[in-house]
């Protein structure tokens, strides 16, 4: 959730956010499949962006992530610091194109009960293509990131489908 947008000018943008994502579910060893990871998250980020609506637009997001401890395997995961960021042109005063990415690296060693796993750390950058369409009350945008680093992970490739949108409707012309 952004909770701080201050526009510096017409073209520069910073802000702050921050984020909670819940366990929905536990992790179970018998389970061939664990689609979570039975603890929680709390992220905060800062970003800043440079839009031009007829030509370039550069955005980056830093954030740090603390993780919970898994309360049923009594397993704490590292605290990670995130870095994303796009590159995009607009072709149109609708459509744009360019790339966006994003490194992750874990910076705290994992915990089993007291028991620090070292040399385990997680590392990953992604990056790819990306395009975005804009509708008028929402904007559209589908990226593909290929995993160029993954230490400590598989490498894995992602598909990213967006819908911006403000929450907020605008005041009635007179």
Same mark, same amino acid.
């Given at each position: ?7 510096? =000018? ?32 709390? &992220? ?7 839009? =031009?609506? %007829?030509?370039? =637009? ?8 603390? *993780? ?5 395997? &009594? ?8 870095? =994303?960021?796009?590159? %995009?042109?607009?072709? %149109? &005063? ?15 060693? &994992? ?22 369409? *804009? ?16 230490? *400590?992970?598989?490498?894995? *490739? ?17």
């Amino acid at each position: 959730v952004q909770t701080a947008n201050y526009i510096v =000018d017409n073209y520069h943008n910073i802000g702050v956010s921050l984020g909670y994502a819940a366990h929905t579910s536990s992790y179970s060893a018998s389970r061939g499949v664990n689609l979570q990871n039975g603890y929680s998250t709390v &992220d905060a980020a800062v970003h800043y962006d440079y839009f =031009d609506p %007829t030509g370039w =637009d550069f955005g980056v997001l830093v954030g740090y992530h603390y *993780n919970n401890r898994n309360a049923a395997t &009594d397993y704490l995961s590292g605290d990670l610091f995130s870095t =994303d960021f796009k590159v %995009t042109y607009a072709v %149109t &005063d609708k459509l744009k194109i360019g790339g966006f990415g994003g490194f992750l690296v874990q910076i705290e060693d &994992d915990e089993a009960g007291s028991t620090k796993v070292s040399g385990k750390r997680y590392k990953g950058f992604n990056f790819g293509p990306s395009v975005s369409y *804009n509708f008028g009350p929402a904007e559209v945008s589908l990226s593909y990131q290929f995993s160029i680093i993954a230490e *400590n992970s598989p490498k894995t *490739n992602a598909v990213w489908l967006a819908v911006s949108m403000p929450l907020y409707v605008p005041k009635p012309k007179s």
